[in-house]
């Protein structure tokens, strides 16, 4: 993919940052309006396929770290993992950390509604990650295609049949 | 006898929503069976996802109904049905995740067989 | 915190974990792979003992994920069961247990036969999914997630379908699968969002307890039997699961048996304990009997020709998913008729558990030997092989233990189950037994021609260096050959604990309402 034009790329360094920005409001106020980890994971991975049209793919490719993304996706997979195993005396998923009406919450620091923001922020970083990926492969899979490059070291299949 | 002329129209506004999910379950039904395009199956494909998750979301609606958070709406007399929307929701994240694998695996096809003509890509048989 | 509480949570949080940690694993060298990937599978398959044994004697276990017990279905007054509902009874233990340990003999299998090839990060995450996805199939107790783990299960055997990307057959075969399997989900769901728009609710046991007969529910329970038979490869929507079941790795399409399983578990679900009035009208049990005898009829017709050795077994599958669909249907017309009949109808229910087992246990072995003998001679043509016995002879033994299994040689567990199907069935139409032992006919002289051409016959100047398969290979097989030789050896233990317990908890779905509905 080739960069566009010098406006696109302008506008992209300007108004790029708070479509992050909206993501993570997304995320965080999932629990008392509409939206949640997913939404807004949504929303902040966009940023990665903008980068991809608006630079190209070259200047993609050496500035996605796999391993980051990965390292995101893991982080909120097990964070998410961890706040549905809080609730195990009850049941898994139990939301232990909730504060009932008129109770005094253990720390200051704890959202009201317990785990659910907890574990929208765990699958919004999970999203991230994961979607980010998404387009980091499929962008890599069609440079494979175009540039005729092989599959850098992969053992697939082995061809004693053909 | 206007009344009744308005009442019908009313009903037949009130099941609009349901026609359209119809018309979109039709199209997509029409273009998997017509279209040899593999992307044009994709997109085919994506909208009876999206037709479903219409179809869901109507059946939490209830007329005069307002959104399901108390926090923004305040005290009201319906409010139409939370679940529905969550199951959309996860229908709409299991789809996403199919719509990509299905564009890799388009991507993979094109790089086998060089065409993204469905009668062409005819390897396996019996 | 009683462990055995809270064991339908850890049927599918083992595998999820194990699915999300194994990118992990993988980065730490191939000792510490192989020892999660095992020590996971093994993991799975200790939990789906554990809730095999914890339903015997008609128990039903029940879960509420985020409840504030794991048992309070409704809570604070509420008239119909919300949340997140597990629900095990003997029935669906069968299931599960098949599936966890075809998935731990899958596992053995696969760190030997995968050692080749790259991508390890990608195949274990999808392996532990696809498990997860066929657990939590058999352990849900709502219309809604069901559909969520059927796709679960799908996306990931999409995935391991195409996992050879290399290879045109496997990314078409994936293109292929996902494209039906789409269509199917959608529809599944359009029926799970009709039952809600009429019922409030996609709870399997509260729907049960007020479900009526109209034009709605016959709708809903036709588009679920279609999906359902699709998704368990049943005649005519039957090519998906050949390519797939040819062109995945061994290992995973040993599992991919047990998820076909897994939707059949659906389809008994639905037609038993959701609609009992509607299915056992007749119409629906001529349905299944019709499109059971077609598959098991064609399905074997199909594998007599077959010289790929995986296709083969694939075509294998769908006629032995017939027996199964056929067993089902004659249940339902025997208990529907009445009149002196139940004891045919429940007669053949327990047959066709015991022929499921049977089924995933001998096919995924007969599938682990196809992968040894790919393994060891680097080609799926029966043409290219021959004389293999004197290099591979456990090999070759397992396969004979498989075969006369699978197509009910007198000692064998399939004679058994496959004795009860057809006695019964003769109740219903005599035409059935007919159909079946010419199946099995079929089938023996099918897997004669494999071993002669596989096994017998001078060597091949290409293959006089085969070797027998790795000791991880021998051991994934040699599981599953234990649990067929035990179910030969002990059937009487097994219908006693097992498929008896089953087949009455099927029948009494108003015990699965009351535990759906809070009543232990």
Known sequence: MKPLSVVVTSVFDIFAWFMIVFGVYVINNGHNTPGGGFQGGAIVATFMSFVLVAYGGKKFMTWAREGAYGALELIGLMAFFAFGCLGFPNAFFYNSLAIPHGGTPLSEWLPYCGTISLMNVAVGAEVVGALSLVVYYMYGSIRMVDTGAGMGGERGHDRFDR | ??????????????????????????????????????????IAISILGASVNMFLVLMGYRHGG????????????????????????????????????????????????????????????? | MNVRDHLPAFLVMVPLLGSFLSPVAVSFGKTVRNVFFVAFAALTLLAGAAICVATFGGNILVYVMGGESFALTMPSGM???????????????????????????????SVNYMERFSGWKRFMPLYFLLTAGALGMCATGDMFNFFVFAELASI??????????????????????????????????????????????VNMGFLASVMESGTMERVVLALIISVTAFRCGAFPMHTH??????????????????????????????????????????????????????????????????????????????????????????????LGRGGGMEGYGLASIKGGLFHAMNYSFCNGLLFLCAGSLYYATGTRGLDKMGGLARNMPWTAAMFVVAAAGISGLPPFNGFVSKWMIFGSGFAVHPILPALGMVTSVLALASFVKVFQAAFLGPPRAKLIAAREAPYGMLAGMGLLAVLILLLTLFPGWFMGNVFDNAAEALLRPQDYIRAAMGGR
């Open chain 2, 1 to 42: 006898m206007t009344d009744s002329i308005a009442e019908n129209a009313l009903d037949f506004v009130g099941n609009a929503p349901y026609v359209v999910v119809a018309l979109l379950v039709l199209m997509s039904l029409y273009a998997m069976l017509t279209q040899k395009n593999l992307i044009k199956i994709c």
């Open chain 3, 156 to 201: 990931a055997s999409f995935g391991l379908t195409a996992f050879w990307r290399d290879k045109p057959e496997a990314v078409e075969a994936g293109f292929k699968y996902m494209f039906v399997s789409q269509i199917a989900a959608m529809l599944l769901l359009i029926a799970t969002g009709a039952l809600y728009g009429k019922y409030n609710a």
């Open chain 3, 79 to 109: 008239s119909y069961p919300v949340r997140i509902l597990f629900e095990i009874d003997a029935f669906g233990a069968v299931f599960i247990f098949c599936v966890s340990a075809a998935a731990f003999a899958g596992a053995l299998f």
């Open chain 3, 241 to 334: 699961m050949t390519d797939a079941c040819a062109e995945a790795p061994c290992g995973v399409t040993c599992l991919l048996v047990t998820v076909s399983q897994a939707s059949f578990y659906g389809l008994v679900r639905v037609c038993y304990s959701i609609f009992p009035n509607l299915a056992g009208g007749g119409t629906v049990g001529w349905l299944l009997i019709v499109m059971g005898s077609m598959s098991m009829i064609f399905g074997v017709m199909m594998a007599v020709i077959q010289h790929d050795i995986k296709r083969l077994m694939g075509y294998h599958s769908v006629s032995q998913a017939g027996y199964l669909l056929t067993a089902m249907g004659v249940g339902l017309l025997a």
């Open chain 2, 66 to 126: 307002g959104i399901p958070i108390h926090y923004l709406k305040g005290a009201q007399e319906s409010m139409v049905l939370p679940t529905p929307q969550c199951l959309t929701l996860t229908a709409i994240v299991i789809a996403l995740a199919t719509t990509a694998l299905m564009l890799s695996l388009v991507i993979m096809v094109n790089k086998h067989y060089g065409t993204l003509d469905i009668d062409e890509i005819r390897r396996l048989r019996g």
